[in-house]
């Protein structure tokens, strides 16, 4: 980057730093991933400066042959990888995606039922932190204690009840497979609409290695930065019937000018995402969460919900006598990168937690595979163990670096 290099060394500093930093770290983040350099090529194109409001051929400014060029292919290429009647592209982040649906066809104060942010939901959800509940009148639904499964007759039972006009499936930390079949009966039966929020396993169902939830559901949201591999941004997904409401809801309800460069990022994601290798990527993706599973239960640890059906795991410390917020200080000190969470029930605030959320996407970008995964779960183990003995903690430190070293993040 020989231009900011001159304009701005201190900025170009602290992102050599930051390449630095992913390079040599094991991101375990599971709502992270490695997107390839195509992506952030067309991320940093003069596309950037495009100021484009509207849609396609009914746009508020001029100069926009390109723009509609590209939008309507990036649109296109959602519908054809989701088989989704209509796609919106121009969501900022999942977030903002999450609001327009709510917006396109509830009014204030309207009532949801979603998941609660305690059991694996998303502050977006209703979170009473969150300005989605300031609107609207949330009501949640939780996992049961025992099997830690969503809880189905209690979504029923709370449907029933309180008469909801939508109904959220989706979650940030939940490992397990989301029955959408019977999210959308319940929907159905209290005639409520069925938004399904697959920010973190978009990935996945792209590739078709899990189930996906278009057929069942009246809208489907994502970001295009997790499993999917794309750059940030959100994506709507919707049956023909509700286009119009949400593409106003959009534009221009929530959103002025959409990102241009963005777009022409989410159109390079999906076309990657058509392709066969990224189906290998993700079902080698899956097979490396199973593993984390798999290891940490023959090393003494306990996983939510006993294992896991997607890209990640959620591991509870108390069994260890540890809590998720040493663990995640501890990790990070010899390169290995993971969040601290909250365990269904958590007895102790977010800010401590007592557990870790563990995701496979980012080191299967890397090329990793299960002997791998084998070995990072020994170094976590030994670093959590001996968290209180800098000279282990060091050797750590270089085995990690070592592994980096051996699959570095693909261009
Ligand atoms: C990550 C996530 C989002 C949020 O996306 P932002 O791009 O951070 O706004 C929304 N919903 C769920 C379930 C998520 O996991």
């Known amino acids: 980057m020989q231009y900011l290099a001159a304009d701005d060394h201190e900025v170009d500093r602290i992102i050599q730093n930051e390449e630095s930093r992913i390079e040599n770290t094991l991101d375990l983040i599971a709502a992270e991933n490695h997107a390839p350099q195509s992506i952030l090529e067309a991320q940093g194109s003069v596309f950037n400066l495009k100021a484009a409001e509207g849609y396609p051929g009914n746009r508020f400014h001029a100069g926009c042959k390109y723009a509609d060029e590209l939008e309507s292919l990036a649109i296109e290429r959602a519908k054809q990888l ?186 390079v994601c999906f076309k990657l995402a058509m392709e066969d290798d990224f189906k290998k990527l993700q079902k080698k993706t899956l097979k490396n969460a199973a593993c984390f599973a798999s290891e940490f239960d023959k090393m003494g640890y306990r996983t939510v919900s006993g294992g896991t059906d997607n890209h990640l795991i959620l591991l509870d410390l108390r069994t260890k006598e540890l809590n998720g917020n040493i663990a995640e200080k501890t990790l990070e000190s010899v390169g290995i990168i993971v969040n601290r969470n909250v365990i269904p029930n958590d007895p102790k605030k977010p800010e401590i937690a007592s557990g870790i959320r563990i995701g496979s996407p980012a080191i299967t970008s890397r090329g990793m595979c299960e002997a791998e995964v084998v070995q990072i779960v020994k170094m976590m183990d030994a670093a959590m163990v001996n968290r209180d003995k800098a000279e282990v903690l060091e050797n750590l430190l270089e085995e990690v670096l070592g592994l980096c070293k051996r699959f570095p993040v693909a261009k």
């Open 82 to 267: 989701f088989g989704a009647g209509h796609a919106n592209v121009q969501p900022h982040s999942g977030v903002s995606a999450n609001l327009a649906v709510y917006f396109s066809v509830l009014d204030v104060g309207d009532r949801i039922l979603s998941m609660k942010l305690s059991h694996g939901g998303h502050l977006s959800h209703g979170d009473p932190s969150s300005i989605t509940s300031k609107c609207f009148n949330f009501q949640h639904y939780g996992v049961n204690l025992k099997t830690e499964l969503i809880d189905y007759d209690e979504v029923r039972d709370l449907a029933y009840q309180y008469k909801p006009r939508m109904i959220v499936a989706g979650a940030s930390s939940y490992s397990r497979l989301i029955d959408y079949e019977k999210m959308a009966e319940i929907a159905k039966s209290v005639s409520a609409y069925l938004l399904v929020d697959m920010a973190h396993i978009a990935g996945l169902v792209a590739a078709g290695v899990i189930p996906s939830p278009i057929p069942y559901s009246d809208f489907v949201t994502f970001t295009t930065y997790k499993t999917l591999r794309g750059g940030r941004g959100g994506v709507i997904l919707c049956r023909q019937e509700h286009a119009k409401k949400i593409d106003r809801t959009i534009f221009p309800g929530g959103q002025g000018t959409t990102a241009m460069n963005i777009l022409a990022a989410k159109a």
